[in-house]
């Protein structure tokens, strides 16, 4: 396991609480008899400091995770939401569709296709102006009322 210093079961404690989300920082502090100045010195100290950047980054991954198992169940409803018989429900659902920040042109993961002037295409989603979603929508709008028989 690497030469990492091991904390005490108060630091552990402190660490724990913290990422508990029940308490605020102080409380927590309160709730263990630690002093701001020993707090501070604790996170003066490599091992503690490692420690808690671990705990941030899983908390991190934790919500990206979260996030993306939900993302295609929140896609759906967007797209429900576009048929509401609410004129503005159904706006602001396409609107949110379109600033969602998909890749431009392809799917996430996917590997980028060299352009003409012989750069690549990133990752930056499509950025469109208010002014450019609304006459999409109204182009869309027009589209589907065209569409309607009778």
């Not at 002093?35 to 705990?55: C, D, H, I, P």
């Amino acid at each position: 396991m690497g030469k990492r210093k091991s904390l005490t079961k108060k630091q552990i404690s402190v660490i724990e609480d913290l990422f508990a989300g029940e308490l605020d920082e102080q409380a927590v502090l309160d709730k263990h008899h630690v002093s701001r100045n020993l707090y501070n010195k604790w996170l003066a100290n490599k091992g503690f400091v490692e420690q808690f950047t671990e705990r941030i980054a899983r908390a991190y991954h934790q919500s990206e995770f979260i996030i993306a198992r939900y993302a295609p169940l929140a896609a759906a409803k967007l797209v429900q939401l576009t048929e509401s018989d609410s004129q503005e429900t159904a706006r602001k659902a396409c609107l949110d569709i379109i600033s969602m920040g998909l890749p431009c042109g392809r799917l996430a993961g996917t590997p980028a296709v060299p352009v003409d002037n012989g750069s690549s295409a990133t990752d930056e989603p499509l950025k469109l102006s208010p002014q450019t979603a609304s006459r999409l929508l109204a182009a869309l709008a027009e589209e589907k009322d065209d569409g309607k028989t009778g």
